[in-house]
């Protein structure tokens, strides 16, 4: 499917299965850099992402490695080796998704991932995000900075893609319309969840919901800089 390429350039935090809103930037723009280069900063979109369980609105952090502590680079983060992690978040994706209309058709290529993850983070981070393109039949432009630059000469976003207690919008996005989620029937539609809620719950309805939330650039209150 073809976008309408109208915003410019973007610079995007690293991510591990990153919400619609990435996606939204990621597939509107001319072009998108992922930072690889900053100081690894932790309880972030990361390493960690959020999606809708019986219970509600979860988080699910990966553990990872830092080998030179508090200096390491983005890039240079390892994924913890230990294969707890990977199952308990494989079977809470299948517990909370099971039961929506695409999980079947998309879970062996998640689970593949997960199960059998690269050493490095980025690099899983980056094989999630390829497949999510895949499946959305999309190829955004994405490339990894070449160095670290404070004031980044693209639309910066490293900072703006929020992961706090609740997932929530940057100010470059007012809305998210609400879809069926699993839980509808007991939970308030939650917006910008993980990308794989959409997929799951939407299929290859998702490319249009995406291209239909086009981000504008003009209601970032002070690009370049963290809100």
Not at 95 to 115: D, W
Request: aromatic content about 12%; hydrophobic content about 35%.
């Amino acid at each position: 499917m073809n976008f309408t390429k109208s915003i410019p350039p973007v610079i995007l935090p690293a991510a591990c299965l990153p919400n619609i809103e990435y996606f939204c930037w990621l597939f509107h723009a001319k072009e998108s850099q992922v930072e690889i280069h900053e100081t690894y900063p932790k309880q972030t979109c990361r390493n960690r992402y959020a999606i809708l369980t019986s219970t509600g609105f979860r988080y699910l952090t990966v553990p990872v490695v830092k080998p030179d502590g508090n200096h390491t680079l983005t890039k240079d983060v390892l994924l913890d080796s230990s294969p707890l992690w990977k199952r308990i978040h494989w079977r809470t994706l299948e517990s909370a998704y099971n039961k929506s209309p695409y999980f079947q058709y998309y879970s062996g290529e998640f689970s593949e991932i997960i199960l059998n993850p690269p050493d490095l983070l980025l690099e899983f981070n980056l094989q999630l995000i390829r497949l999510c393109c895949n499946l959305l039949k999309f190829n955004p432009i994405i490339r990894m900075t070449e160095l670290f630059e404070k004031e980044a000469s693209y639309i910066d976003m490293r900072h703006k893609i929020l992961d706090k207690k609740k997932p929530e919008y940057s100010t470059g996005i007012s809305k998210l319309d609400p879809y069926i989620q699993v839980f509808s029937d007991r939970h308030p539609f939650i917006p910008n969840l993980s990308i794989v809620d959409l997929l799951f719950n939407l299929g290859p309805e998702s490319v249009t919901y995406i291209e239909k939330h086009r981000p504008d650039p003009e209601m970032l209150i002070t690009p370049g800089t963290p809100p």
